[in-house]
């Protein structure tokens, strides 16, 4: 059974999980505006798959949906961990399994049909699969503890 402390820890990882993901998302948009390729250090590729055709839908960077996903989880994250309100952790819940569909897909992308692997892509796939798993445990442990 979780309790209100965990609440307090667990949200707080799910805040700088979020917080993690928006800073890589802000950094991925903001290289894709400047026109500049990711820094990806010894590995290779991040430039590969931000110069793909799938690193835009219909012209709008794929990074600039990351921001604003991660802007509103992060909202979520914070006002659950703060404020004890649960529909915030819902919110969380469910913009993390998205999330995780979203990710799950643009790395199946990398991986087959780019042949390229970005480490911020990934590290942003992290924040997000850890995240929701965070939120899956949460969810399923304070349905019997009032906060």
């Given at each position: 059974?979780?309790d209100?402390?965990?609440?307090?820890?667990?949200?707080?990882?799910?805040?700088?999980?979020?917080?993690?993901?928006?800073?890589?998302?802000?950094?991925?948009?903001?290289?894709?505006?400047?026109?500049?390729?990711?820094?990806c250090?010894?590995?290779?590729?991040?430039?590969?798959?931000?110069?793909?055709?799938?690193?835009?839908?219909?012209?709008?960077?794929?990074?600039l949906?990351?921001?604003?996903?991660?802007?509103?989880?992060?909202?979520?994250?914070?006002?659950?961990w703060?404020?004890?309100?649960r529909?915030?952790?819902?919110?969380?819940y469910?913009?993390?399994?998205?999330?995780?569909?979203?990710?799950?897909?643009?790395?199946?992308?990398?991986?087959?049909?780019?042949?390229?692997?970005?480490?911020w892509?990934?590290?942003?796939?992290?924040?997000?699969?850890?995240?929701?798993?965070?939120?899956?445990?949460?969810?399923?442990?304070?349905?019997?503890?009032?906060?």
């Amino acid at each position: 059974m979780i309790d209100v402390p965990v609440r307090g820890r667990w949200g707080a990882a799910l805040t700088v999980l979020a917080l993690g993901g928006l800073a890589i998302a802000s950094y991925l948009l903001a290289a894709r505006l400047l026109g500049v390729a990711p820094a990806c250090g010894p590995v290779k590729g991040c430039d590969t798959v931000a110069a793909s055709e799938y690193a835009t839908v219909l012209g709008v960077p794929v990074a600039l949906s990351g921001v604003g996903f991660s802007l509103v989880l992060s909202a979520s994250a914070v006002v659950w961990w703060r404020r004890a309100d649960r529909r915030s952790l819902y919110a969380a819940y469910g913009l993390g399994l998205l999330g995780v569909v979203a990710v799950a897909y643009l790395t199946y992308l990398e991986l087959f049909v780019i042949e390229a692997i970005c480490i911020w892509c990934v590290s942003y796939a992290v924040t997000i699969v850890v995240g929701w798993v965070l939120a899956v445990l949460v969810v399923l442990g304070v349905r019997a503890v009032p906060d």
